[in-house]
């Protein structure tokens, strides 16, 4: 049993004032229930540990030694964690408020329940991803890329769609990785992320398996993050975009 409520992992890769920012924001919407912030950097170049280090010396930090991926960095910082929930947040995102609070509840309040995740919302406050209540077969991929963040931008109706499905909370089947919370218990008994995905489809596969382990995956509505799309692994036609 963890002797915190919850440890707030952070990977990140080369987006240190993104980082900066998502910390400030937690600090500035301070979970109410007992934390801790664990930030892992999968060896940037842009000084972002040392940037960290300097303005929130009380952060526990860990240095990969080379671009590891997502996977391996969150379980990396998970089995040094100490909370009872694991709540995997990305570099590019912002706490605006009692987000992670609510997460936590969500998981006391319903006990066969081990992943949440929040509703995700542009800087401009735009419904902007949501967590689907199908599997990544044809057919569910085929009606997610309809609804696909992308796909948003452009058409009123979709974006009505989208705000019709997120009304409330719910149970489905995929919460998205940028901010996932987890019962410790559940992420033991699927032994964490699959290591042999590096970028993408790990939170699917995670969700997946902990339905498979009987666990339940909810949506909480109350709960909202705000996501910079895309920041935090570039905008580049890489290998990354490729993945």
Known sequence: ????????????????????????????ALPRISHEIIVVDNHSSDGTLAEIAKEFPNIQLLLNPANLGFSKACNRAARLAHGR???FLNSDTVNGGPAIDRLAQWLDDHPNTGIVGPELRSPDNRLI???????????????????????????AFKRLCVGWLQRK????????????????????????????????????????RCRQAGWGIDFVAEAKITHHLGKSTGGSRTVTSLI
């Open 1 to 28: 049993m963890g002797t915190l409520d919850c440890s707030i992992i952070i990977p990140t890769y080369n987006t240190c004032s993104m980082t900066l920012e998502c910390i400030r924001s937690l600090q500035k």
């Open 85 to 87: 929930f694991l709540c």
């Open 129 to 155: 991803q949501m967590s689907w209540v199908w599997n990544p077969i044809l057919a569910g991929e085929l009606f997610q890329q309809y609804l696909a963040p992308y796909s948003l931008r452009g058409s």
């Open 169 to 208: 909370s719910r149970a489905v089947s995929i919460i998205c990785g940028a901010c996932l919370m987890m019962r410790r218990k559940a992420y033991d008994d699927v032994g964490g992320f699959d290591e042999d995905f590096e970028l993408y489809f790990e939170d699917s596969d995670l969700c997946y």
